[in-house]
């Protein structure tokens, strides 16, 4: 399989080059260190795989995944991601993601999800399934899970949230009443299943957000 590496960080790169160099079957074909590359790269390349990173500047992960697939329809994204954020993983399997493991994952794993994916397959790394299955906020009474995405409203909340904003300046820079940012904080928290602000801020980071 022909493979397009995709992080921010040339370290974690060149690892995975070097990590992969002695699999038979796996070619490294490019690397790019934005999501707006990625596409780019993508292109040009046509790659089998594409091992994605989500929290990037710019364009993060998810939307390089959404304007990679629109191109490359036979390309297949495998998520290599630090977070196990239940909503980044449905965001982004949403988006068109065809697998998600975590950066500490081992070598074995690695190639077996690299090889599931590149075979049409799903693949979710067993410590993204376990956080998944704890998720228990959006079950319904059949059992069933759906996505919980922030709005973009909600997502400019948080972001302002993040450079240390008051809820009043929030409010006069949105063109909101106080209570609605409120409104907004609240909802945000209980979507996110955080307690406060600095947990707002660990989702926005995990999002490059800030």
């Known amino acids: 399989m022909t493979l397009l590496l995709v992080d921010d960080q040339s370290i974690i790169l060149d ?34 795989v594409v ?16 304007a990679l697939l629109k191109c ?13 954020h239940p909503d980044l993983v449905r965001e982004i399997m949403e988006a068109g993601a065809r697998g998600y493991v975590l950066k500490n994952v ?7 999800a690299l090889r599931a994916v590149a075979a ?3 693949y979710i790394g067993r410590d993204v399934q376990e956080a998944m299955d704890h998720d228990h906020r959006f ?3 059949a059992g069933a899970t759906g996505c919980n995405v922030l709005t973009k409203r909600e997502q400019e909340v948080v972001k302002l949230i ?23 904080r609240k909802n945000i928290l209980q979507k996110l299943a955080v307690k406060n602000s600095a947990g707002l801020v660990k ?7 800030c």
């Open 162 to 184: 993040c450079r240390e904003y008051s809820t009043a300046e929030i409010a006069e820079m949105l063109f909101l009443s106080p209570q609605t940012v409120d409104t907004h």
């Open 106 to 112: 081992g070598k074995e794993e690695l190639g077996l």
């Open 51 to 66: 091992l994605m990173d989500i929290s990037m500047p710019g364009m993060d992960g998810i939307e390089a995944t959404k």
């Open 15 to 48: 690892g995975l080059e070097a990590l992969l160099a002695h699999e038979p079957d796996v070619q490294v074909v490019g690397r790019a260190t934005s999501g707006a590359e990625a596409v780019e790269r993508a292109k040009e390349l046509f790659p089998d």
């Open 120 to 122: 049409g397959d799903r």
């Open 203 to 209: 989702y926005a980071m995990e999002r490059g957000w």
């Open 139 to 141: 079950q319904d009474r």
């Open 72 to 84: 490359c329809t036979d390309t297949r994204v495998l998520v290599l991601s630090m977070y196990d």
